[in-house]
């Protein structure tokens, strides 16, 4: 056998295992009409499992602002902006970061995930404590683990188990990192920032949020610094351009000292090529639609509390609603029930979410017809019940 032979070899048997378990992923051919309607095997759904909160992966301005950011500076960045410079459309988009999120300044890197794995090891370090939330995005915790810090996960929103920890673990260290997704991304909830924020001070720990799901959404699409009214002064807001904002790539927002130093230290921002053109420019127009629209940021919301309101489920606190199902084959029976009568829903499962707890994660659009909404909500419901009278 040739070592080319032992690689396909092990390669394969690791797929087998996954497909007995049902864990096998596969990318269907999908191609997007509209910011809901998909073509699939030239059959036509309604997508429920999209991140483009607000439609504007498909928004004609955004498009128009893409193509012109391209026709004015190229396809690509062809390099690292340390290396290359920045073009105007950069400062602008930091600036317009800056400004929703009420920070000194902002730094736009590669993408959420480079981010995460980019600024978490450039600020913390092997002596140093990290305390995350269990349910934190997989991209938070490969940055802990990157930072070589002491890691301690507490209980989802468990205030009390964080105390705990914060109590027993924080003064053996250097400094320390409490890090949080703001909204969380398979269970739609919101971390209690509030909160989170006056434990960080009482334990002289620096809090980060990740409001990949947040901006564009919560807060009047400022975040989850901004829920019911507030002003949160979270020192380190991170997130996405990938998602409500329709574009693509990451940011960081917070004081001068701190983005100058990610923009000297960050392997992910040093070492890898600037974001095209083309992605910049549509990110700036988004971020220009959310202040000038205020409606139309609400609507996700409003979308996935009918949803929630139809099923009887807690009140939706974001754009996403999670139908824990738990079994994982039971989740993907769910899926393709939906997906016969014309929805897509992503079912989830482990290792993206805990064992036993997978589920459908239903993500509303500014764009779904409330006609639709309701439709999902009385087949999910008939799922429930036929599913149960099985059991
Ligand atoms: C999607 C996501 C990211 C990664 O962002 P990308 O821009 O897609 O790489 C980071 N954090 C959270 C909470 C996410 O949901």
């Known amino acids: 056998m040739t070592h080319k032979d032992s690689l396909a070899e092990f390669a394969t048997s690791k797929l087998r295992v996954l497909e007995r378990r049902n864990l096998r992923r596969r990318i269907v051919e999908t191609k997007p009409e509209s910011a809901v309607e998909v073509i699939r095997d030239g059959k036509r759904f309604i997508s429920f499992s999209s991140n483009d909160y607000l439609g504007f992966a498909q928004h004609p301005a955004i498009i128009a602002a893409a193509i012109e950011a391209t026709k004015e500076y190229g396809a690509g960045s062809g390099a690292s902006r340390l290396v290359t410079g920045n073009h105007p459309l950069f400062s602008q988009l930091e600036q317009k970061l800056a400004r929703l999120k009420g920070t000194d300044d902002a730094v736009v890197i590669g993408s959420g995930y480079l981010t995460n794995i980019g600024i978490i090891p450039t600020l913390i370090g092997a002596q140093d404590i990290i305390f995350a939330d269990e349910l934190s995005h997989a991209c938070i915790l490969s940055g802990n683990r990157l930072s070589g810090a002491t890691e301690y996960i507490y209980r989802h929103n468990d205030l009390d188990h964080l105390k705990e920890l914060l109590s027993q673990h924080r003064t053996e260290h250097r400094h320390a990192l409490l890090v949080s997704d703001g909204v969380f991304s398979m269970d739609g909830d919101l971390a209690p920032v509030a909160a989170l924020l006056e434990l960080a001070e009482e334990f002289d720990t620096w809090l980060m949020t990740d409001d990949a799901h947040g901006i564009g959404v919560v807060g009047e699409g400022r975040g989850s610094c901004f829920v019911d009214g507030e002003h949160l002064q979270v020192p380190l807001q991170m997130g996405t351009l990938s998602k409500a904002i329709g574009s693509y790539g ?16 960050s392997r992910s921002f040093i070492y890898s090529t600037g974001l095209p053109p083309s992605a ?45 199902l738990g079994d994982t084959e039971r989740t993907m029976s769910a899926a393709k029930f939906l997906e016969n009568e014309g929805y897509l829903v992503v079912p989830i499962r482990p290792p993206t979410v805990p064992n036993g707890t997978s589920r459908l994660r239903v993500a509303f659009c500014a764009a779904h017809d409330d006609e639709d909404v309701n439709r999902l909500a009385e087949l999910v419901h008939s799922f429930l019940e036929h599913d149960s009278a099985e059991r």
């Open 250 to 265: 990451g940011y960081l927002c917070a004081s001068q000292p701190v983005i100058d130093f990610i923009r000297t230290r």
């Open 280 to 324: 910049v420019g549509a990110a700036i127009a988004a971020l220009d639609i959310i202040s000038e629209e205020p409606d139309l940021v609400k609507e996700p919301i409003r979308k996935a509390r009918i949803f929630t309101a139809a099923l009887n489920l807690p009140e939706a606190e974001s754009a996403i609603v999670p139908i824990v």
